[in-house]
């Protein structure tokens, strides 16, 4: 609408301008070549008009046919280029079928045009890898890798050529220069961190995961339990030899996740060695709150190598006198059994003490009656912790363990290891394996795949009693 008053204004402008210009007569005279030549103003202001579109179209004129070469060598260019791209494209749906005869043939057409284009190098390399020429796709993967605008394709190109020819040290020094490069890179952060995890660096495996929770690759609540449990690991390997950096990593690793009993433990142990008693039980205090485990008992009677009776107090200020938790009412029966009091560890066992009761409380009953000289009850007990469920074990992806480990025995994958009741998948028996009982594999499977590189049997620890 606008665009058509604008037209109708400069209609009328016009038509007003050669009104007033009829209304106003004159003569212009030129004098040219021994010529007079005489024109009214308004044929005269025409004649310049009409001689000024003449130059312009011969101006025009003499432009396109200036341009013409130029124009047709882009016309063919852009054939050449067209046809490149239907090359490259059909190479791509060879090389996705498998065909590398096709897709090799294509790339070398595309090539012909569009020689810098990564896509094609990368047709390249998927056609050398279809024909299994590893030393091409190496070629193509390591040229890529020197342009800054395709190096992480190239060292994604590399690291899974490596990680082919199971050459892992390679495949963990493309993926770490991949993740220095961009950090957001899942896959170059997870392979990483299964490389850090399978030779047990447990540390820097801990600021993989930082960085990931950084790089929004991964939830803070999880990264923040994933850090406890490696940095828990480290103590735990640490604390026999390094025993201030120990301690360190283990505070880290309890304010990260107050509730993992392993890291509270072992903070424990090594506040006490340090003679610092009031801070052990403190975190002993804030882990039971929200995990009551044996283990913590067992770490506060231990803070000082004092009398029986001594331990079984600081045991009862944990866990209570009337204890909540089946765990807190096995270790107050233990610590109260230690210290002489038989009959405070039956009362305490009581609720527990019933045909269903675990083996654990069976055979800790049987103690008792045993310590009150009541020899066919602990033997009734005995009998009875033959046939008990189960007592709560650390299970990690399925497998139970008598301790605490920070990744899968069956994956190497870092997964929460928790406290309770195993069972074993499917109806298959629990077998042991490094002192780790894990369920046997189904007949007719073979191992699980390995990762990067491929997980130990027991990517545990060792952990002192």
């Not at 999880?222 to 103590?235: F, G, H, I, N, V």
């Not at 909540?324 to 210290?339: P, V």
């Not at 066992?349 to 009541?374: F, H, K, T, W």
Request: net charge positive.
């Amino acid at each position: 609408m606008i665009k058509l008053v604008w037209r109708f204004l400069l209609l009328l402008l016009a038509g007003l301008g050669i009104a007033w210009l009829a209304d106003r007569p004159g003569s212009i005279s030129i004098q040219w070549l021994g010529r007079d030549i005489h024109l009214s103003v308004l044929v005269g202001i025409v004649t310049l008009g009409l001689a000024f579109v003449l130059l312009y179209i011969v101006v025009r004129s003499v432009r396109a046919l200036w341009r013409t070469p130029a124009r047709l060598r882009e016309s063919a260019r852009h054939r050449r280029t067209r046809k490149a791209y239907e090359s490259l494209s059909r190479g791509i749906v060879a090389a996705g079928a498998g065909d590398h005869q096709a897709a090799a043939r294509h790339a070398a057409i595309a090539g012909e045009t569009l020689a810098a284009e990564p896509l094609v190098k990368l047709l390249g390399a998927q056609a050398a890898q279809l024909r299994g020429d590893r030393d091409e796709v190496r070629r193509v993967f390591e040229g890529l890798s020197q342009n800054p605008d395709t190096e992480v394709l190239g060292l994604r190109g590399l690291f899974a050529d490596a990680r082919g020819a199971e050459d892992w040290p390679t495949a963990r020094k493309h993926a770490e220069a991949a993740l220095a490069r961009n950090p957001r890179l899942p896959w170059a952060a997870t392979a990483v961190l299964q490389s850090l995890i399978a030779h047990k660096e447990w540390e820097a495996a801990a600021r993989n995961v930082a960085q990931q929770a950084k790089a929004g690759l991964m939830a803070r609540d999880e990264a923040a339990r994933k850090q406890a449990a490696l940095l828990t690991a480290q103590a735990l390997a640490d604390e026999s030899g390094n025993a201030p950096h120990a301690l360190q990593l283990a505070g880290t690793a309890h304010e990260l996740d107050p509730s993992l009993v392993p890291a509270t433990e072992v903070l424990a142990r090594l506040h006490g060695a340090a003679g610092n008693a009031r801070k052990a039980l403190k975190a002993l205090r804030a882990t039971w709150a929200l995990s009551p485990h044996r283990d913590l008992a067992a770490a506060a009677a231990k803070l000082h190598d004092d009398s029986a009776e001594n331990q079984f107090e600081r045991v009862r200020d944990l866990t209570g006198n009337e204890p909540a938790s089946s765990e807190g009412r096995i270790a107050l029966a233990r610590a109260a059994l230690d210290a002489g009091r038989q009959d405070a560890a039956r009362n305490v066992l009581a609720p527990l003490a019933n045909s269903r009761a675990p083996a654990s409380v069976c055979a800790l009953m049987a103690e008792i009656e045993d310590a009150a000289g009541q020899t066919a009850k602990s033997r009734d007990w005995l009998a009875q912790a033959v046939q008990a469920p189960r007592d709560p074990m650390w299970v990690s992806d399925g497998v139970a363990a008598t301790r605490w480990v920070p990744v899968s025995p069956v994956t190497g994958e870092l997964v929460a290891c928790e406290w309770r009741v195993p069972f074993a998948t499917h109806g298959a028996p629990l077998r042991l394996r490094h002192g780790v009982a894990a369920p046997a594999p189904a007949a007719g499977t073979g191992e699980t795949p390995s990762a990067l590189p491929p997980p130990p049997d027991d990517p545990g620890v060792e952990q002192s009693s």
